[in-house]
Each structure stands twice: as C-alpha cells, then as structure tokens.
C-alpha cells in the first residue's frame, strides 16, 4: 500500500471509529434518560400482571373442580393453592444455583 492509501484507509478508520463511540455515547445517555426511570414502573405492571394470571389460574382449577366461587370450599381451594405455589416456587429458588 502507498503512503495516500494507507493515509485514506487510517482516516476512515479513525472516522468510523468516532462514530461508533459517538453512538455508544447517545445510547447509554437516551437509555439512562428516558429508559432506566420506567423500569420500576415496568417492573410493577409486570408482577401485577404475573398476580392477575396466577389468580385466574387458580380460580380456574377451584371452578374445575367443582368449587363455586364465593363459596368457602372455593376460598379454602385458592389458598391451598396459594401455598402449594409458594412452596414449589420457593423449592425452585433453593435448588438455583
């Protein structure tokens, strides 16, 4: 390569390179502004979703096994159902490793 080619090849790099630090920089900037402040509230309407779901999954089971809601054998079933959930899910996180 001639002294011209690797002048033009070292200046696109040096460009480039700029660049891509450049937009590194407005990432982490447009992420730490408008991002990072909404994930707690994410994270909330997340888990309430998570507690809806699991709420309709149990009352679906209680229905299904002939449980009527607003009866005390139903009241009785989603809370045996609660505590076998916290006790599998609380298995789980012990054996995480």
């Known amino acids: ?3 011209k080619t690797r002048e033009f090849v070292n200046r696109i790099y040096d460009n480039v390179h700029a660049a891509l ?3 590194l920089l407005v990432f982490v900037l447009y992420f730490a502004v408008f991002v990072a402040p909404k994930l707690p509230e ?3 309407r997340a ?3 998570r507690v809806l779901e699991i709420s309709a999954e ?3 089971y209680c229905e299904k ?3 009527r809601a607003g009866t005390l054998a139903h009241t009785q079933c989603m809370l045996d159902l609660q505590a ?3 006790k599998v899910e609380q298995r789980i ?3 995480d490793f």
Do not use: L, V
């Open 58 to 60: 149990h009352n679906f």
């Open 84 to 86: 076998f959930r916290a």
């Open 47 to 49: 888990e309430s979703q």
């Open 42 to 44: 994410a994270r909330a």
């Open 93 to 95: 996180t012990d054996t």
């Open 65 to 67: 096994w002939g449980m």
């Open 1 to 3: 390569m001639n002294d």
């Open 21 to 23: 630090w450049a937009a």
